[in-house]
């Protein structure tokens, strides 16, 4: 049970933490390196925690395949993201199936169609079997906008040594932490390019480590629902620091229709206050793929509209 005291008023700084969706793939990417590089901005979680505890074990158990079958595996989602680092490590990897999501089992299709389309045969037995047995596609169509699968695709292609021409991707998410991702790989020596078209090429290369530090990039969603606390508490005043303003187009495009005010300072900086909530008009909030209105708002958002006239 909780019990909710009301406070007359909100004011002061808020420092917007490492985004966990960009760390997770990097930290599983990094293992691929050997943890050569130094992560900065790594968010302090359970889940970051848990897929470093598991990477370590699963790289310490058996020498034939990379395993994956701990019930560690299945107590959070992004256990699913080690599994490049199986292919690149082994060329095989024996999985239970990721798990840990609060809104639900969410399908794998789009993931599983991913690494096919890269060479990888998937099979069903005890445990899914992952192995690379054949090179990618030069052209590969995924089935959706889907982070996670985009964000396997990449990371295996980037290390992945048997191939020698371009490999195109279509239908690319885009999202910050997509993004984040490449620069680690390109920083780790791959050579991505991402397009606005959601667009992807990747090239043949090879590990070289440019940079021994890397940045994770801030939370966008975090801020977003800071900026939401701070145009929506009564009589408030917050300044968010440490995000990335470009991020957040979609959300100023909201709140101007709302009639919030809020002050872009510099590049990581937003001051919100909710002076003229007297005024807020509730509008219709429809949620995109980045860079539409994110989704994991849209319930935040919705709660501060309930103000509105």
């Known amino acids: 049970m909780y019990k909710i005291s009301y406070s007359p008023n909100l004011k002061g700084e808020v420092q917007i933490s490492g985004s966990k969706n960009a760390a997770l793939p990097i930290v599983a990417a990094n293992y691929i390196l050997d943890n050569q590089v130094k992560l900065i901005n790594k968010p302090n979680i359970k889940d970051i925690a848990a897929m ?6 699963s790289l310490a158990i058996s020498k034939e395949f990379f395993d994956l079958t701990s019930e560690k595996a299945t107590k959070f989602r ?13 060329g095989k990897v024996k999985f239970i199936g990721s798990g840990g999501c609060a809104i639900g089992k969410r399908p794998l299709d789009m993931f599983d169609d991913a690494l096919i389309k890269a060479g990888i045969t998937i ?5 899914k079997t992952f192995e690379v047995t054949g090179q990618p596609k030069k052209n ?11 964000e396997a695709l990449i990371t295996y292609l980037a290390f992945a040594n048997n ?13 910050p932490h997509v993004r984040n991702l490449i620069e680690f790989l390109n920083n780790a020596g791959a050579d991505i390019t991402l397009n606005v078209d959601h667009t992807l090429v990747v090239k043949p290369s090879k590990i070289k480590i ?6 994770i990039i801030a939370d966008y969603i975090e801020a977003g629902t800071y900026f939401a606390i701070g145009a929506g508490a009564d009589n408030s005043e917050i300044t968010i620091k440490g995000c ?4 957040l187009s979609a959300l100023y495009s909201v709140a101007d229709r709302i009639g919030i005010n809020f002050k872009i300072i510099d590049k ?27 989704t994991d708002l849209q319930s935040i958002f919705g709660t501060l509209v309930t103000q509105c006239k």
């Open 52 to 57: 470093e505890e598991l990477a370590t074990e």
């Open 210 to 215: 440019k940079e021994s530090e890397f940045t």
């Open 244 to 247: 990335h303003v470009d991020e």
């Open 163 to 175: 191939f020698d021409y371009e490999v195109n991707i279509y239908q690319v998410a885009i999202e």
């Open 140 to 150: 590969i169509m995924l089935q959706g906008f889907s982070v996670t699968a985009v």
């Open 78 to 90: 992004a256990s699913i993201l080690l599994i490049p680092l199986g292919l690149i490590k082994y």
């Open 123 to 127: 099979t069903n037995d005890e445990f």
């Open 268 to 294: 990581y900086t937003i001051v919100v206050n909710s002076f003229n909530k007297k005024n807020y008009q509730a509008v219709k909030v429809e949620t995109r793929i980045y860079p539409g209105f994110p």
